[in-house]
């Protein structure tokens, strides 16, 4: 029996680093309690040592007769010889240890612990001429040295550590919680900037306590008064095309139906022609401008719906002026895709067309391609035969009103917005666009996301 290998999940730890890395590296707040928990490290820190060092310069002197005396009184109590009774109450009222050491007592408070010669030599070493700091000579030859008990502070529970973390740990949450509170309105002005940069300008960015604002306040405030002029000047924009379309298109088509009303002799064919041909120009140009201005906008509302690429592609070859040839192949089963059906039949035709335009009589008829790729992206080519275009003026192929220099003559190259307008409906799509020179010819490649 054959077994699968399962994948490995990553593991907790692993997420939890790349979790914190990202919250220090992107969080306002997380990098603003690190800040705090810092300076109050550094600020305990300095503290401690420099009252340690403070206190250490010169305490020494000021000490030493005090503890002399106190020193020469324990040892007074203690007798002559050395009561051991009298030292044990001493250990056990005080944190203190004794050693008595001579010809006729030798005890000690407590024998597991280490001589403490070490604390009670100086830097140079015991001097000639005092005797050792605590240590004391009876007058028949004892010796009663006088430590501290440090055993005595390691049996009591050590809570102080413990409990300066744990105050540590309570300021750090109240000094999270309080910059996540100050720092909410960021979350309000995000969330209305997205929803400025989505055309939803409905809502504006709460501002709290307005009649006291802060700077997080008055960049909110900032922002709508900002969002509300982008609406405005929107607003007019749509009504200026709307008023431009109208008050072009009625002249146009006038002109045009005048035109045609002229009487078809001999000697106005001519004319008659280049005026209507100069006219569907004009019209065409109207319309491509007040398209590429509505699609240019990041606001762009297309009329999606479930749309077969193969039938669109059929109508817009029936559809081109002449029946030219044209080679199709679509791939079967492509699934329907949420296209704006119209802006997708323009973008299919300015193709087509543009195609047609560049190849010559003798070469091959232009192709469209439609395939559907592994990720389930839909893939489109239309590619003609002609001499191409150089290398150097690709980038700026599809750019409003650009044209290379083969192209510059009203029968070979047109306004310049056809590629700019397949270029604005592949990306009002959410997908892709793309020129390459395919030798010979040129090849225009769209990229639809996958339905």
């Not at 192929?397 to 056809?418: H, K």
Request: net charge neutral; charged share 20%.
């Amino acid at each position: 029996m054959s077994r699968t290998a399962q994948p490995q999940a990553p593991s907790t730890e692993g997420r939890w680093h790349r979790r914190a890395r990202h919250a220090l590296a992107h969080s306002l707040r997380v990098r603003m309690v690190a800040l705090f928990f810092v300076l109050a490290l550094a600020m305990a820190a300095t503290f401690v040592f420099g009252m340690q060092a403070a206190l250490s310069i010169g305490w020494r002197d000021a000490a030493r007769p005090l503890v002399t005396d106190y020193v020469d009184k324990l040892a007074a109590d203690l007798g002559s010889p050395p009561r051991v009774e009298a030292a044990q109450a001493l250990v056990a009222r005080l944190p203190l240890s004794v050693r008595i050491s001579g010809p006729q007592v030798n005890w000690r408070s407590h024998p597991k612990e280490p001589d403490y010669d070490a604390h009670w030599r100086t830097d140079e070493g015991w001097k000639q001429d005092e005797p050792r700091f605590f240590e004391r000579t009876t007058a028949d030859g004892h010796t009663i040295r006088f430590g501290l008990n440090v055993q005595a502070w390691h049996d009591r529970p050590r809570f102080i550590g413990w409990i300066t973390l744990g105050v540590l740990l309570v300021l750090i949450a109240l000094a999270y919680l309080k910059i996540r509170r100050m720092l909410r309105p960021l979350d309000d002005i995000r969330d209305g900037a997205q929803r400025f940069g989505r055309g939803d300008f409905a809502q504006a960015i709460p501002v709290r306590h307005f009649h006291r604002q802060d700077e997080l306040g008055q960049l909110a405030t900032t922002i709508n008064t900002m969002g509300a002029d982008i609406h405005q000047m929107l607003e007019a924009k749509r009504a200026l095309l709307l008023a431009i379309s109208h008050e072009l298109r009625s002249p146009l088509t006038r002109a045009r139906l005048n035109t045609e009303l002229l009487p078809e002799t001999p000697e106005l064919q001519a004319s008659r022609e280049a005026l209507l041909r100069d006219l569907g120009v004009m019209r065409d140009l109207v319309t491509d401008l007040l398209e590429s201005e509505r699609l240019a906008s990041p606001h762009v509302a297309l009329q999606r719906e479930p749309t077969a690429l193969a039938s669109v592609v059929s109508e817009v070859v029936a559809g081109l002026d002449g029946n030219p040839l044209v080679h199709t192949q679509v791939d079967a089963h492509i699934p329907l895709l949420a296209l704006d059906r119209t802006r997708m039949r323009l973008l299919l035709r300015n193709l087509l067309e543009n195609a047609l335009r560049h190849t010559p009589t003798d070469a091959p008829v232009p192709e469209v391609h439609v395939h559907l790729q592994t990720d389930g992206s839909v893939h489109i080519t239309v590619r003609d035969h002609g001499p191409g275009v150089p290398e150097d003026q690709l980038p700026q192929l599809a750019q409003p009103f650009y044209r290379p220099d083969a192209a510059r003559t009203r029968e070979g190259g047109g306004v310049g917005l056809g590629l700019y307008l397949c270029k604005l409906v592949a990306t009002a799509h959410g997908g892709t666009f793309a020129v390459r020179n395919a030798s010979p010819g040129l090849e225009v490649s769209v990229t639809l996301p996958a339905a």
